[in-house]
């Protein structure tokens, strides 16, 4: 199965030149229009990755063992704490910043679809984008809070990987690497045709850097679809610039035969993605989603994530999420 010639996906066209303005110029969605939470500027929101009473929890630690099957996994204050130190407590806070398209028109988005297509859009600078973050940073501190996760979220970040790198970039200049974790939320079935278009293949040291990138990437179409091979290729080639990856799936309808072809196809791109995958069921209780789909839930014993432990079990002898997800390597 092979992907759509570029020109068969107007939609991936139209978002690609949507985000990318040009000049070293990126479109965000302005956050003041939205109806999403705990907006600071146009450019950033907060979030708390990690909360008991949403069912978010780090469940690949020990003390969330329990619950591994039914929460939402949020590993990343446990991926930031094992970069920069610390307890992942001392990390459960977010900023979060909005490309201003996407590819893709998921149903259950918690992002309207007016800010899918470049609704309300407004362009800025990898370094405008970490200067409104430093400032961000240094006003919660003073309220004795600690930001240490820049967030890219959209829409889809990686129709612009220059922007993610550019980011990236800035935050080494100003010496925040120690102290800053980048995170990407991404499908990754853009990734192959932007890169194509806007960079040229990055060298040896711009690759071991990159590693510090965490790309959470949501496989949101399983691989007997007709967008698998671009996720697929997107998937290969993330891993190939350099980014640290961790796949996911959030659905209730993926049937075994599903998971199984997964296995192998993760396996084939590096045969630390199995261990790395975290399957959410879904727990959709945003106010955004409340009338735009209800997906069933599960028994424990036909969760989706249960049927991913047997499949682990029974070709790599471990159980889902036995280890943390970021202990697990790739390769």
Known sequence: MEPSAPDERPLLLKAHRTVNAGDG??????????SLGDVRTRQFRLFTPIRRQRMRLPTSLPEFAELRHVANLSDSPVTVAAQI???WTEHNLAAITHVAACNFRC????VDYAH???????????????????????AALRTGQRLSLLRVSGGEPLLAPGLVIDIHRVLAERDLLDAVVLKVESNLSALTYAWRQGR?????VERASMRRIKLHTTLHHPPDSREWPA??????LALDIGFDVFPAIGATDWPA???ELLFWELTRISPGLPRRLAVRPFHLDYPALADRRRLPQPAVSEAPSVTWEGILRRHVGVGYLA?????VPLS
């Open 323 to 327: 280890r943390p997800r970021h202990l």
């Open 231 to 236: 996720i697929r290729d997107g998937l290969a």
């Open 257 to 259: 035969a599903q998971l």
């Open 25 to 34: 110029h990126y479109a965000f969605t302005d956050l003041r229009k939205t």
């Open 107 to 110: 149903s259950y988005c918690y």
């Open 116 to 138: 899918l297509a470049g609704g309300d859009r407004f362009t800025a600078t990898a370094d405008a984008v970490v200067a409104e973050f430093v400032a961000l940073r240094a």
């Open 85 to 87: 130190g610390g307890h």
């Open 200 to 204: 040229a293949d990055p060298g040896p």
